[in-house]
């Protein structure tokens, strides 16, 4: 039986933004710098003595760099992202966002600010 992060994980990967697909087609099978993403991939901790988990949008397991593909909803949510940033990084990951627009209308920059990540 499948737990609820991998099922969370399996709904978003087939409800990709068109911001998600253009990232991943650019990122996938090892086509910046030779790293492994993985999207939509599980990232679980404890937090206020619960397990608990969040869903990146990806993650590079080789650098512990998640990369969040930011739309219109996270506008409305600065607070609980900030503290979900704070979470990450208590585990030793790293975050970097990218708003969809730039994603979407210049994937050039992203993979260069990207590759200062990696």
């Known amino acids: 039986m499948l737990n609820k992060a991998t099922k969370v994980a399996r709904e978003l990967r087939r409800k990709s933004t068109t911001a998600e ?3 991943w087609d650019a990122v996938r099978n090892r ?3 030779n790293r492994k993403f993985n999207r939509q991939f599980p ?3 404890e937090f ?4 608990r988990f969040f869903i990146a949008d990806f993650y ?4 512990k760099l998640i990369v969040e593909i930011d739309g219109g909803i996270h506008e409305q949510q600065s607070d609980y992202d900030k503290l ?3 979470i990450i990084n208590e585990l030793g990951l790293k975050v970097i966002r990218f708003k969809n627009e730039l ?3 210049n994937l050039d ?3 260069e600010s990207l590759k200062k990540f990696l």
Request: aromatic content about 8%; overall charge positive; hydrophobic content about 40%.
């Open 21 to 23: 697909k253009i990232f």
């Open 109 to 111: 920059k992203v993979i």
């Open 31 to 33: 086509k910046v710098l």
């Open 48 to 51: 206020e003595g619960r397990k």
């Open 60 to 63: 590079c397991h080789e650098k």
């Open 43 to 45: 990232i679980h901790f």
């Open 103 to 105: 994603v979407k209308n």
């Open 84 to 86: 979900r940033t704070a």
